[in-house]
């Protein structure tokens, strides 16, 4: 049991499902949503606070607030779990590894992948969660506007990692060149251990302490953390594998994860008599969904995906990191110094399913939408081959 | 079972595993054995439901090597 729980990738369309209900969860608990990418527009504004750079002016950090640090904030904590829970994982599943990517292409790809989709995230109010995974389920808007938009998006990302300048080459040898390694004395289980019960020792601090939302946070964030790293829930790969080889395993659990999340959301809605957290929708939704697409299969991986990976040693994923939270950080610049704002977003509303429609037609339309996204994706699973897309016949051999 | 070709992964991340080991086998004779050395853990699992839907076979269970995984995929 122990085993299976730790050394296999668990189910994606389970922990899809529970990560909906956790989510769902959280948001009646907190009132906000699961997120990350407004978290790293905070730290970049620390960051500038440290250079000296007064940024108290700035209508960006104004808009998303910037009181206390990210260790009393909980967008803070649900960041700092995720990365603990999936490291948690990592380590007690002996997989952490110093993953060095060998072409040096990758560390420059991957900061500016990770610097357009910080950007663009952004831009949308919203990464891949909080405009689309935590969106959805919130029946706003613009979470429709974003997905629409990066499934573009990361159609042209698709065209550019594709062509051999991006790409690279392998290394491909004759015969077998793999050498077998002996297994070691397993140390990670046992640091894993540790760092479970230090980090449980926090939560119950936060609690005793009477921070509840800290240890919330704190809680849901490892969760979410252990979740996305056990299912390796890829949210770049949920659009890109389509356009690459027609792998739809992503799209229908994230999907699925959506539609549970839709259900448990909207009863925590009436229930509670609690305001959805709807967000605008705007020109710079779309554009900005845009970018996010692109920068996201650039990168390798979004601002939710680059976590894990950074748990397990891809250290590749450190320039993404660092050119999320600059991308961000830009954006943020520019939201009032270059105008982003008085051209993109002041025309634009925030508008909700449930107020427009009521809450009975908000479910049934977005349950039906996602249903058609499950279907379109099964579809394409079945028929879209790589290198040859739609068209009919045996995969193509060269010789 | 007789190795023709190594295909060494390791170090790359998705979704660069799945696009060079359909193009390596894409460009092998129908019946050659192509070994497959990943450590990308997503790849644990695209690269091998990805080689099947394309229609090449697992000529046996991957082999867990250390923290890598070894496939072996006849063209």
Known sequence: ?399 | MSIDYTLDLRGESCPYPVIYTLETLQGMKKGELLQVIADCPAAFRNVPEEVVKHGYTLEKEPMKNGKELLFFIRA
């Open chain 1, 1 to 399: 049991m122990l085993k299976r729980m730790f050394n296999q990738y668990w189910s994606p369309y389970l922990v899809m499902a529970v990560a909906g209900v956790l989510s769902a969860l959280y948001f009646g608990i907190t009132k906000t949503v699961w997120a990350v990418t407004g978290e790293f527009t905070r730290l970049g504004g620390h960051i500038l606070e440290w250079f000296g750079v007064d940024i108290s002016g700035w209508a960006y950090f104004k808009l998303i607030h910037m009181e206390g640090t990210t260790f009393t904030r909980t967008d803070g904590w649900i960041v700092w779990g995720m990365f603990i829970g999936a490291l948690l994982m990592v380590l007690l599943g002996n997989n952490f590894k110093i993953r060095m990517p060998r072409q040096k292409r990758r560390w420059v790809q991957g900061l500016i992948g990770g610097f357009i989709a910080g950007f663009g995230a952004r831009m949308a109010l919203g990464c891949n969660l909080a405009a689309f995974f935590t969106g959805v389920p919130q029946f706003s808007l613009h979470s429709w506007i974003f997905i629409v938009a990066t499934a573009i998006g990361t159609f042209g990302g698709a065209k550019i990692v594709g062509t051999s300048w991006w790409k690279g080459k392998p290394v491909l040898q004759k015969g077998n060149t793999a050498k077998i390694v002996k297994e070691r004395a397993k140390i990670q289980p046992y640091i894993g251990m540790v760092l479970a019960v230090g980090y449980a020792a926090l939560i119950i601090y936060f609690y005793a302490a009477g921070k509840n939302m800290l240890g919330t946070a704190a809680l849901f964030g490892a969760l979410f953390g252990i979740l996305i790293e056990r299912g390796q829930i890829c949210f770049t790969s949920a659009f890109r594998d389509l356009w690459i080889s027609g792998r739809a395993t992503m799209t229908k659990a994230i999907t699925l994860g959506m539609a549970v999340s839709s259900v448990v959301t909207l009863i925590i809605i009436l229930v509670g008599g609690m305001d959805p957290v709807t967000k605008m929708a705007a020109p710079s939704t779309l554009i900005g969904g845009l970018l996010f697409g692109v920068g996201i299969v650039m990168a390798g991986g979004c601002e939710t995906g680059m976590m894990y990976r950074l748990m397990e040693g891809q250290v590749v994923f450190l320039p993404v990191f660092i050119g999320n939270i600059a991308g961000a950080t830009v954006l943020a610049y520019g939201w009032d110094h270059l105008g982003i704002y008085n051209a993109l977003v002041k025309m634009g509303k925030p508008i909700n399913l449930i107020t427009e429609l009521g809450a009975a037609w908000a479910l049934i339309l977005t349950l039906v939408l996602l249903a058609a996204g499950f279907i379109v994706a099964v579809f394409w699973q079945k028929n879209y081959r790589f290198g040859v897309g739609f068209k009919k016949g045996e995969t193509k051999h060269v010789h």
